[in-house]
Each structure stands twice: as structure tokens, then as C-alpha cells.
């Protein structure tokens, strides 16, 4: 079974600094995906970023980047440059076969 | 595209009662996904479906039920609503293949239900 574990439930920033979200996972498969996905106030879920688990490079999108550890099972979450509009609760997710599996969740506020 | 539409956006059922939560997606996608959110949980697969015709349970199917007759549809049915499902349902669909990151997931806008 895979689990996905977020320790960290509330983080906090300043507008314009670096903020890096933590998540583990345990997964029997080798062949998976793990994601980032942003769920602001309006409640709609929205992908941040994924990473291949057989890519060693990790990924990045503008803002966002990740630090993924394969034999550590880590897969954090760096957002350079912080925004207001960057506030919202963060999911990490693996998904291997069909499914996807969650975390609980941080919520994430950028302070003015 | 609309992409994945859920309705109603909101509802209050009264213990006992039944309702269906609708899920269309016009993507063509193969796979969908009922997911229940509970404030500090995260999301929880309720069932899934890998194509028309198939479907499979999730890690808390207890008290829900769901078809796929169609391609474009997932409809989710709580027969005897209890105050445990009071909780925000998300539907999400992808192109489907393995593993899951070829194509994620979407997501529809979620319904926030109240049992009472």
C-alpha cells in the first residue's frame, strides 16, 4: 500500500522569500509519479508540479522546483519568490497504476 | 471544454435520506475518481473506474455506491446519508494510463455536503 506523509500541517512566508514543503512516501512500486498540487480557497484542485521516480533530475516550473531523495522517499516542495496568491493548502500525492494517493496537507500563507 | 463537472456545488441532506452526486467529464477520458476531503485528512479515494462498465472500491467505500454506464459519466450514490459523510466530494478523470503521472489527473470543483 502507499502512504504519503505531510508532518507539517500550517507554514508560514514572506511575500517574496523561499519556502520549502516536506513530504515522505512509502510505495511498494517502482514505477510511480509524485505530484504537488495546490488547492487555494476557492476549493479547486490544481497540479503544481510531478516527477518521474526513474528521472534523478528534478523538476521545476517558474516558481516551483522539487527536491526529490528516491532512496530517502522525499519529495519537498521549494517555492522561490513567494506571492500572495501562492496562499493556499498544498497536497503532495503519489500515484502508481490507477491510483492516486494523498497526503493531508499543509496550509500555506504568505504574509504581506 | 468544460472539462470535469460536478453538481450540486452545495447540499444539506437530512440523516437517512439518499442523493447522487453528479460527474461529467467531456475529455473522453478512460479512468474517473470519487474523492472525499475531511478538514486535516486529505483526499480519500472512494471508488474509481477504468473505463465504462468497470469499477472498483477505494480505500472508504463503505456507504456509497457508483456506476459508470458511460464513458462520460460517474455518478456517486449515498443511499443512507450519515452525519460521517458530511464532507467535501471531489470527482477527477484522466486519459489513463500507468502509472498515474502520463496524465493527471482533473479535477471537477468539488461538492461541499452536510448531513444533519
Known amino acids: 500500500a502507499q502512504t504519503v506523509t505531510q508532518s507539517q500541517p500550517e507554514m508560514s512566508v514572506q511575500e517574496a522569500e523561499t519556502v520549502t514543503l516536506s513530504c515522505t512516501y512509502d510505495t511498494s512500486e517502482n514505477n510511480y509519479y509524485l505530484f504537488w498540487y495546490k488547492q487555494p480557497p476557492s476549493r479547486q484542485m490544481i497540479l503544481v508540479i510531478r516527477q518521474e521516480a526513474y528521472k534523478q533530475q528534478n523538476a521545476t516550473e517558474n516558481r516551483f522546483s522539487v527536491n526529490f531523495q528516491k532512496a530517502a522517499k522525499s519529495f519537498s516542495l521549494k517555492i522561490s519568490d513567494s506571492q500572495l496568491g501562492d496562499t493556499a493548502m498544498y497536497f503532495c500525492a503519489e500515484g502508481a497504476n490507477s491510483k492516486l494517493t494523498f497526503g493531508k496537507g499543509i496550509t500555506l500563507s504568505v504574509r504581506p | 471544454n468544460a472539462g470535469v463537472t460536478q453538481t450540486p456545488k452545495f447540499r444539506i441532506l437530512k440523516i437517512g435520506q439518499s442523493m447522487t452526486l453528479q460527474c461529467t467529464q467531456d475529455?473522453?477520458?478512460?479512468?474517473m475518481y470519487w474523492y472525499r476531503q475531511d478538514p486535516g485528512m486529505g483526499l480519500k479515494l472512494i471508488y474509481y473506474?477504468?473505463?465504462?462498465?468497470?469499477?472498483d472500491k477505494g480505500e472508504v467505500p463503505n456507504g456509497y455506491n457508483v456506476s459508470r454506464s458511460t464513458t462520460e459519466d460517474f455518478p456517486l450514490r449515498l443511499e443512507l446519508a450519515a452525519p460521517s459523510q458530511t464532507s467535501v466530494y471531489f470527482c477527477a478523470s484522466s486519459y489513463g494510463a500507468k502509472p498515474l503521472g502520463h496524465s493527471p489527473l482533473h479535477f471537477g470543483n468539488g461538492t461541499r455536503l452536510t448531513v444533519t
Open positions: 473506474s477504468v473505463g465504462a462498465g468497470i469499477t
Open positions: 475529455m473522453n477520458h478512460n479512468y
